[in-house]
Each structure stands twice: as C-alpha cells, then as structure tokens.
C-alpha cells in the first residue's frame, strides 16, 4: 500500500477513486509515567512517555486506515492528514484520514 500526503504518486497515474478511509485511536499512559513527565515538565526536555505514545498510536492509527483501504481494493491512499487532541489529562486521540485510490 503506497500511503502518501500529497495528491499524486510520483511514476502513478490515479484511475479510480474510492473514497475516504480513516483510523483512529485513544491512548493513556501508565500513572507512574504521567508523574515522571510533571517531573520533567519543570525541568525542560522531551517527554519521551508522551513521544512513545503518540508514535505508537499514529501507527495503530494507519494501521486501521490501511484496513479500510484494503477492503475497498485501494492501490494507495493520498490526502493523507493527522490530527490529534487530548481527550482528558494524559490520555490522546490520533486520527489519520486520506483518500483511498486505485493507480497505474
């Protein structure tokens, strides 16, 4: 599956278009993770915790956007976007979304 965020595929031609296809996710870190990042909050740097759960959910996030497109018999997805929002205090929603197509 060629997944990109532009509108075209450099060497592709898009023949056909299917339609929308999204995934998302909700993910918390562990408490004791969320204390350590208060921690470091005060002192400055990356808050690895968080940078490992964002990763981690973007992924799971395109995972299921690629479900979707393979159940429509996409070639590819383009458009692709991210978004993502805090649902409540250390918990986060990824939403990854873009346009199945077929191409040659």
């Known amino acids: 599956m060629i ?3 532009t509108e075209n595929i450099a060497g592709k031609t898009v023949v056909e278009t299917l339609g929308i296809v999204k ?10 993770k969320d204390i350590f990042a208060g921690l470091k909050s005060i002192v400055g740097g990356e808050l690895v915790g968080y940078t490992e759960m964002i990763s981690e959910a973007r992924e799971e ?9 393979k159940e ?7 458009n692709v976007r991210f ?3 805090q ?8 939403m990854v979304y873009g346009t199945a197509v ?3």
Request: glycine share 10%; proline share 0%; hydrophobic share 45%.
């Open 87 to 94: 649902v409540m205090t250390g918990a986060a929603e990824v």
């Open 61 to 69: 996030a395109i995972e299921r956007m690629t479900k979707e497109a």
């Open 83 to 85: 978004s993502t929002s």
């Open 3 to 5: 997944i990109v965020n």
């Open 23 to 32: 995934g998302g996710t909700i993910r918390a870190k562990h408490i004791g």
């Open 72 to 78: 429509l018999k996409a070639d590819a997805i383009v």
């Open 102 to 104: 077929k191409v040659k």
